[in-house]
């Protein structure tokens, strides 16, 4: 199985710490990743803003880039959400039926992390020890796009040492909702305001997501707040072990 | 000859309730800061919230019904003309008579000049979505007609002088403590020593609305569904004041809008399952009320329907937008939704809150008059899940934005959003351009303090006046893939 990493724009030029350790990770499993170095971005952004025309070339380029691949590996939910769910009504809004039909195929071998390692390679326990007090937020695109239900839970409750405790009202979205956050800056901010509040409850030391953007939210107002509290992408403490850790 | 095709016209502008003042940023801005109303808020749609998962979980084939629900409404909508007609004939063979309205215009002036034919000069009104959209009391009132809402929320929003906040539960706004100091201002002849306990609330709004019943020689509605097979109409309610209303007086008038005829009883019978389960979290709620034209002897011996149309067929032609009107204003995608809870339903600016407002309004006046409501969401998706009949609401939010970018463009006004946007795609989408981007970026980490930005310039300290941002990492994924010994991929 020739499989890819798609480490998503944000993970690589923000959170490389995400996309490292979902490298490490796969290749402890035993498994070789490729990294197309052509690799740019899926286009959510674009598409969510109501900029699809502009998204197009940026469809065409991710189906050019990971078409060769067997499996492609993201550590999003979201962008996973968006090649699956998105891109084959991008291409066919553009006329090109063509490049509809192989985004299509591509979404079909696109896979989101707890995905992959539990419906493709069957595997809960990936050896990862983490001996600390974490609560896991559902993203909302993991969630009801991706329909990921408790696989990255049931990954989290295989990992040794760790603590993992109930996030309250955790299916809320937390405001990010990428230009929303700026476009609706106070609505963001007063759902953000009760995510927090949340983690904060429940007395965890690091909360942990599927997606890097959630994540840069979160850990954004948990900073404000001066709570100490750290965000860990899911792919961080998977990969963690004794030996190493983030 | 050749023509062009103009599109289908919308709501008029000037008329009825499906714009708003402001844009919704600046409407949630003011209702963010009213604690009052976030608690309130907060605490209904939690609590109704509850009531609808548990109703819902009660049946094992809950899925299946949804999906009925969204067949019937899409091959409803495939052949809306034909049933419209036969719901006519069936009407009308009953002794009814048929009104086709355009517009809000249109409406208002037939409904006003049929009560002006029977001489009364006050109407009861069931609660109605319909008539509120259109401004009906509004028009009424010009005419020297007084239109008495008879759902107790309603009462008590317009007593109030408010406007409604929720499709279901006008007044989720209010809590008992102001709807008694609404009562004791507003309410002639009330009890002054009224207290905020809900029965006693309950009766004298009891006491305020029989004497208006049974003075009223004519009554105005909505409709839920409308069979077109028998012409029968249905309006669901849980106060049985609506039914009062449907059989006292001597003339009822039905506004109703197009999309809510069904071909067949059958059909019915599935949303009267959805229905109740997903808007009140009841089996079924207390009054069904249904009747096919005028029976001698029994109820009102004058019925008139009106066929609302405002907007509704350039909903019908737009195949990505159009299941906006397979909605039956159940309410549960506002009870769900994270933005409807805490900013209210006034924010939206139309009749229709939430995140079906968010789809419908700016499809019935077109985009250009509710821009900012496509945005009104961070697209979580939990609307989708909870709604009856499978509205996808996420991907038509997706979908009008993708409108109101291109009318922008179209519009040829240049805007910073969309250079920025155009500017990003072009960079995204070779990777050479896409690593000097990356370069650029990390001139950010000069304005990082121990690994995070405090404050930026806007348009971006909309975001850091909230919350911090990361600084840009010392070194990107891919420059750390380059360092590993490696094979050609890599
Ligand atoms: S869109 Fe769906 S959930 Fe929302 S009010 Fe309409 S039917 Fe109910």
Not at chain 1, 139 to 166: F, N, Q, W, Y
Not at chain 2, 105 to 133: F, H, P, W, Y
Not at chain 2, 218 to 242: H, K, L, W
Request: aromatic share 4%; with cysteine.
């Amino acid at each position: 199985m020739r499989v890819a990493l798609f480490a998503t724009c944000l993970a690589d030029a923000m959170f490389p710490h995400a996309a490292r350790a979902t490298v490490t990770l796969l290749e402890r499993l035993g498994h070789d990743v490729a990294f197309p170095a052509a690799q740019t971005c899926c286009g959510q952004m674009h598409i969510n803003t109501g900029y699809r025309r502009q998204a197009r070339n940026l469809v065409r380029h991710h189906t050019d880039v990971f078409e060769a691949y067997d499996a492609i590996v993201a550590p999003s939910g979201s962008c996973v959400g968006s090649v699956r769910h998105q891109h084959t009504a991008i291409a066919r809004d553009a006329g090109d039926q063509r490049l509809a039909a192989r985004a299509a195929q591509l979404a079909t071998r696109t896979w989101e992390l707890s995905e992959f390692l539990i419906d493709v390679l069957g595997v809960e326990d990936v050896g990862a020890h983490f001996p600390h007090r974490v609560t896991y937020h559902p993203t909302c695109h993991s969630l009801r796009m991706l329909r990921v239900g408790d696989k990255p839970l049931r990954l989290l409750r295989a990992v040794r040492g760790i603590d993992l405790v109930e996030l309250p009202a955790a299916e809320q979205c937390c405001g990010f909702g990428g230009t929303f956050a700026l476009k609706n800056a106070d609505t963001s901010a007063a759902m953000l305001a009760d995510k927090t509040g949340h983690i904060l409850a429940t007395g965890a030391a690091v909360v942990t997501a599927g997606d890097a953007s959630c994540l840069m939210h979160i850990g954004g107002g948990l900073s404000r707040l001066e709570s100490g509290v750290r965000p860990l992408h899911l792919a961080e403490i998977l990969a963690a072990t004794d030996r190493s850790r983030p | 000859m050749t023509s062009t095709f103009l599109g289908m016209p919308h709501a008029p502008r000037g008329v009825g309730q499906l714009r708003g003042d402001e844009p919704f940023p600046a409407a949630a801005h003011k209702a963010l800061a009213d604690r009052q109303l976030r608690r309130n808020l907060g605490h209904a749609t939690a609590t109704i919230r509850g009531k609808r998962a548990r109703a819902v979980a009660e049946l094992a084939d809950w899925e299946q019904l949804r999906q009925a629900g969204e067949a019937i409404k899409a091959a409803t909508m495939a052949r809306l003309d034909e049933h419209l007609l036969s719901l006519e004939a069936a009407v009308t063979a009953r002794g009814g008579h048929v009104h086709w309205a355009r517009d809000a215009v249109e409406a208002n002036r037939i409904v006003t000049d049929l009560v002006r034919a029977t001489g009364a000069t006050e109407v009861v009104k069931v609660k109605s979505m319909a008539t509120q959209e259109i401004g009906l009391n509004e028009a009424l009132a010009a005419a020297g007609i007084t239109a008495v809402e008879t759902d107790l929320a309603e009462l008590i929003v317009q007593l109030g002088h408010d406007k409604p906040s929720h499709i279901l539960v006008p007044a989720i706004h209010r809590n008992r403590t102001e709807i008694r100091d609404i009562f004791l201002r507003h309410m002639p002849g009330v009890d002054p020593d009224l207290t905020d306990e809900p029965r006693r609330l309950a009766m004298a709004a009891r006491a305020h609305l029989r004497a208006k019943f049974l003075t009223a020689k004519v009554a105005v509605s909505g409709a839920n569904f409308a069979v077109a097979e028998t012409g029968t109409v249905t309006v669901v309610e849980s106060e049985g004041n609506g039914r009062m209303c449907l059989t006292l007086p001597d003339t009822l008038i039905t506004v109703m809008g197009i999309e809510k005829v069904v071909p067949t009883w059958t059909d019915l019978e599935v949303f009267l399952q959805l229905l109740p389960r997903s808007s009140t979290g009841e089996r079924m709620n207390p009054y069904t009320s249904t009747w096919t034209g005028v029976t001698a002897g029994d109820g009102p011996q004058e019925f008139h329907l009106v066929l609302l149309d405002n907007g509704r067929t350039a909903v019908l032609a737009d195949s990505a937008g159009r299941s906006a009107l397979h909605c039956i204003r159940c309410s549960a995608c506002l009870n769900v939704c994270p933005v409807y809870e805490r900013t209210g339903g006034h924010a939206y600016g139309s009749v229709y809150p939430g995140p079906i407002g968010a789809i419908l309004s700016p499809q019935l006046t077109g985009i250009e008059d509710n821009a900012s409501l496509p945005y009104a969401s961070s697209l979580c998706g939990a609307c989708y899940d909870v709604c009856p009949v499978r509205i996808d609401i996420p991907s038509i939010l997706v979908h009008l934005r993708g409108e109101h970018v291109e009318a922008r463009e179209r519009g040829l006004l240049p805007s910073a959003e969309g250079l920025a946007m155009a500017v990003a795609a072009w960079a995204m989408a070779a990777p050479r351009r896409f690593r000097f981007a990356e370069r650029l970026l990390r001139l950010g980490r000069l304005l990082g303090r121990s690994g995070r930005i405090r404050r930026l310039p806007p348009p971006l300290s909309a975001w850091t006046a909230a919350r911090d941002l990361p600084a840009p990492p010392a070194q990107t994924f891919r420059q750390w893939w380059r360092t590993r010994p490696g094979d050609g991929t890599r």
